[in-house]
């Protein structure tokens, strides 16, 4: 099943301490979202609606921006599109960039809308 992941990276040499959110699609217009803690493994699922996972991506994104203990990096893979790794401060701080992630999750989003009519 496509998903949509993100990799909150704390340790570029050690995988198994990254936080991961999967998204997936789960009916029209709706979408399962599953956080999986690196350094605990506890694994928690929700559903959203469409608008629901911007809100969520736009206040994931500014938490990233402003965490005291900041990751390392986020790695965003969206389906159809190579893996890319960008520095949370420097990067997702910028609003080209911003716009560009918020672009590419409607893009997803609507395809995956479309695939479910």
Same mark, same amino acid.
């Not at 998903?3 to 570029?12: A, T």
């Not at 999967?22 to 399962?32: E, K, N, S, W």
């Given at each position: 099943?496509?998903?949509?992941?993100?990799?909150? !990276?704390?340790?570029?040499?050690? %995988?198994? &301490?990254?936080?991961?959110?999967? *998204?997936?699609?789960?009916? +029209?217009?709706?979408? $399962?979202?599953?956080?999986?803690?690196?350094?605990?493994?506890? !694994?928690?699922?929700?559903?959203? %609606?469409? &608008?629901?996972?911007?809100?969520? *991506?736009?206040?994931?994104? +500014?938490?990233?921006? $402003?965490?005291?203990?900041?990751?390392?990096?986020?790695?965003?893979?969206?389906?159809?599109?190579? %893996?890319?790794?960008?520095?949370?401060?420097?990067?997702?701080?910028?609003?080209?960039?911003?716009?560009?992630?918020?672009?590419?999750?409607?893009?997803?989003?609507?395809?995956?809308?479309?695939?479910?009519?």
């Amino acid at each position: 099943m496509e998903s949509l992941c993100i990799r909150c !990276v704390r340790n570029l040499d050690d %995988s198994t &301490t990254d936080d991961v959110i999967r *998204i997936v699609p789960f009916g +029209t217009d709706h979408y $399962h979202i599953t956080t999986t803690y690196g350094l605990t493994k506890k !694994v928690y699922t929700q559903t959203m %609606s469409y &608008t629901n996972v911007f809100a969520y *991506i736009h206040s994931l994104i +500014t938490l990233l921006i $402003h965490d005291d203990m900041p990751f390392k990096s986020v790695q965003l893979d969206f389906p159809n599109t190579p %893996s890319v790794m960008l520095n949370i401060k420097s990067t997702l701080d910028c609003q080209r960039i911003y716009n560009a992630v918020h672009s590419m999750l409607h893009v997803t989003l609507d395809l995956w809308n479309l695939r479910t009519v």
